[in-house]
């Protein structure tokens, strides 16, 4: 649905975008992480035909880019970094007027389904500059969704929201996922994005990495076993050293972190030597690394890639 | 067509929200029509016909006024030096508006959602513009008509008001206004894309003025005499002006330099 090949882009000397090179299918929840000033939004806006690419090339929804901007622009919604509403006009106007800008056939329809969608309804003559910032924030979103696009570019959708209003767009993604929309997701959210996202892009001037966050873990950090163990002895840590199929071994709080291939296969083997070393193994889990592990390792290599 | 016609209204709604917009546009035509109907009227209580001389009047008055009285030439005469207060009605309106709605869709952020739809950036400027003349027009042929209607109680007589309706009114009117209009939008335009305070771009965009204001001034101080040969070359120098400043708007008017320039 997203295809980009070597898409760059320039302003003067400064470069925003680096040849970026992406895939996004179908009813994907893409997530694209990076910075702030990483290029982030500026790849929004040549996506989505606001801006042209200095190089490179991109088709979003069946429009290449830079040949039929508006039939791309119909196919598309965008929540932009700001609401960007008239606030002097009521919540019920501001989506009318842009889905009377999308030729919509019946406005009042699809914008009578979005306020109440977004429980905006009993309000929706009040001027969109009484809004609480959530409120704005919900209509704006509704605003990228009343023409019903094939491809949503969503740049910081809960951003300033409160955890319930947050968890409302979440919830809202997800649905729009449910429908086979795809979703290019903008968020500084890590954990919206590991919970939200089917993969994701980490992205400072250029791709840093691209897969979905448990393969980014898996590739950056390994599987890491924690055993609990009633005392630990330096004996245990060299015990688990000698094993073939183990990385690393650290000893944190009188537990054992082990990180190891396969774990699955090979935590008994591992649990068995322990054992037989005397350890006296209370229990064991894996440890999860987060998704701002992955970010922030990513990012900080690229800021020191001595 | 549809879409320039969705935003010529949301700028309707949005704008004519604003105090200083609808002080703008109702009240400066009805003071500017005001103006010459009083005077008119002062003039006319002054006594009959042979209060004045046609020899009192500019020279050119008197090939001008042909058959008409000496007061009747007197009244022609003042109300032609108030038909550029008309043509400042066009001038001045669709600054106010143009200024509040371009430069407030960069201080609400809303026109990067706006260039996200499949609208033209022609049609975007074109909505924008008309939502900004017609006000204009309709106000300057609304004090105009008001004028031209009040007249008839406050003249010497019907040929006074007769001559409103010559070639050199009409022009002025129903050619130069709207001319005048369309180069007041596209200097709007280009000062709103260099400022984020509106009532900063309109009192620069305003700048449009000074060439008419020069035109009344020399008119009533005996330098610049109007008449339809005279208007006729102002609209043909206004189509001309018009053409480029809207082609030079326009190119400041483009969606890259608007989301990337526009702070």
New interface residues.
């Given amino acids: 649905m997203i295809q980009t090949e070597n898409l760059t882009r320039r302003?003067g000397d400064i470069l925003a975008v680096d040849r970026l090179t992406v895939s996004v299918a179908p009813g994907e929840i893409f997530g694209f992480l990076g910075p702030n000033g990483a290029g982030k939004t500026t790849t929004i806006?040549m996506l989505?035909g606001?801006?042209?690419p200095s190089s490179g090339q991109a088709t979003v929804a069946g429009c290449r880019l830079g040949r039929d901007d508006?039939?791309l622009?119909?196919r598309?919604g965008?929540l932009?970094e700001?609401p960007?509403?008239?606030?002097?006009?009521s919540a019920q106007?501001n989506l009318l007027?842009?889905a009377?800008?999308?030729?919509m056939t019946e406005p009042s329809a699809a914008v009578e389904h979005y306020l109440r969608w977004l429980g905006l309804w009993e309000r929706r003559f009040e001027p969109a500059g009484t809004f609480s910032k959530g409120m704005r924030q919900k209509l704006?979103i509704a605003?990228a969704l009343l023409h019903e696009p094939q491809v949503v570019f969503l740049d910081e959708p809960t951003s300033g929201l409160d955890p319930e209003a947050a968890h409302l767009v979440r919830d809202f993604i997800a649905e729009l996922r449910r429908e086979g929309r795809t979703i290019f997701l903008c968020t500084h959210n890590l954990d919206e994005a590991d919970r939200l996202c089917d993969r994701i892009g980490v992205f400072r001037q250029s791709l840093l990495a691209l897969d979905s966050p448990a393969a980014l873990r898996r590739q950056l950090f390994g599987r890491t076993v924690v055993i609990h163990l009633r005392a630990v002895a330096p004996t245990f840590a060299a015990a688990a050293r000698g094993l073939d199929f183990v990385h690393q071994v650290k000893e944190v709080d009188g537990k054992l972190l082990v990180t190891l291939d396969d774990p699955e296969v090979r935590n008994p083997d591992l649990i068995r030597t322990l054992v037989a070393a005397g350890a006296d193994v209370q229990f064991v889990g894996e440890l999860r690394q987060t998704l701002e592990d992955v970010y922030l390792h990513l990012v900080n290599a690229k800021e020191k890639p001595a | 067509m549809?879409?320039v016609w969705?935003?010529v209204r949301?700028e309707w709604?949005?704008v004519f929200?604003n105090r200083m917009v609808i002080f703008t546009v109702a009240f400066l035509p009805l003071v500017l029509t005001a103006i010459p109907i009083g005077i008119l009227a002062s003039t006319r209580g002054g006594g009959g016909a042979g209060d004045f001389s046609t020899m009192d009047l500019p020279s050119g008055f008197e090939r001008l006024c042909g058959g008409l009285t000496g007061t009747a030439c007197a009244q022609y005469a003042l109300v032609s030096q108030f038909m550029l207060l008309f043509m400042m009605i066009p001038l001045m309106i669709p600054v106010t508006i143009a200024s509040y709605s371009i430069v407030g869709e960069k201080i609400?952020?809303?026109?990067?959602?706006?260039?996200?739809?499949?609208?033209?950036t022609l049609q975007l400027l074109s909505g924008k513009a008309l939502a900004a003349v017609l006000p204009a027009v309709a106000a300057t042929w609304g004090g105009f008509a008001i004028f031209a209607f009040a007249a008839r109680f406050v003249v010497v007589g019907p040929e006074v008001v007769a001559r409103l309706a010559d070639p050199l009114w009409l022009l002025a009117i129903f050619v130069v206004g709207p001319l005048l209009a369309l180069a007041s939008v596209s200097a709007a335009v280009m000062v709103s894309s260099r400022s984020t305070d509106p009532r900063a771009a309109e009192q620069v965009a305003m700048v449009v003025i000074v060439p008419l204001l020069g035109l009344f001034f020399g008119q009533i101080a005996g330098l610049i005499f109007l008449n339809a040969r005279l208007v006729a070359w102002m609209a043909a120098g206004l189509a001309v002006i018009d053409i480029g400043l809207l082609a030079f708007a326009v190119g400041l008017f483009q969606?890259?330099a608007i989301?990337?320039r526009w702070r």
């Fill in positions: 302003f806006r989505a606001l801006i042209g508006t039939t622009r119909r598309i965008v932009t700001t960007g509403l008239y606030d002097g006009l106007a007027f842009f009377e800008l999308y030729g704006a605003r | 549809k879409a969705v935003i949301k709604r949005e929200r609400t952020r809303t026109l990067e959602p706006l260039l996200a739809t499949p609208i033209s969606r890259e989301l990337t």
